[in-house]
């Protein structure tokens, strides 16, 4: 399952695109039956956020947002037309904001950052149960 959105420059594209993203994992949840964790509901909303903040604030021109889902994980992915692609900056509990890929990278399983002919695009995958999120978590520990 996958939806694309065209999100406006205006101030409220971030509560659209957060809106898109909740019916997106509801439906996947309602319609597919597929495992949709309030975990996983609860992290793609400050993921989306952040993602599309960013491509607001620090590149020109339209945003694009793609949702996809599969049996185990969602993607969030956004497009912008900055071809620069971001640095995820160090912790550092005394900077004041640029905290949101540092958030997005903390919360998601993996984060793919990618120059296009245009702009760029950034993949965030999250677990979408719980029990894939504590797989990943313990075999990382390992």
């Known amino acids: 399952m996958r939806a694309g959105y065209a999100l406006g420059g205006d101030d409220g594209c971030i509560a ?3 809106r898109h993203a909740a019916a997106f994992l509801r439906q996947a949840g309602d319609t597919h ?3 949709v964790s ?3 509901k ?6 989306v956020r952040e993602l599309v903040t960013n491509a607001r604030k620090y590149a020109p021109g ?4 793609e949702l996809r889902v599969s049996t185990r994980a969602v993607d969030v992915v956004v497009w912008d037309s900055e ?3 971001p640095a995820v900056r160090a912790a550092d509990p005394d900077r004041v904001g640029q905290h949101g890929l540092e958030i997005v ?3 998601a399983e993996e984060l793919f950052m990618e120059q296009q002919p245009v702009g760029k695009r950034i993949t965030a995958r999250l677990a979408l149960s719980d029990a894939s999120c ?3 978590t313990s075999g990382s520990r390992n």
Do not use: F, I
């Open 83 to 85: 071809p620069m692609v």
């Open 105 to 107: 990278k903390a919360v």
């Open 62 to 65: 339209p945003v694009l947002m």
């Open 38 to 40: 309030a975990r996983a």
């Open 134 to 136: 504590d797989a990943v």
């Open 42 to 47: 609860d992290l793609t909303q400050p993921v």
């Open 16 to 18: 659209d695109a957060r």
């Open 33 to 35: 039956r597929l495992p």
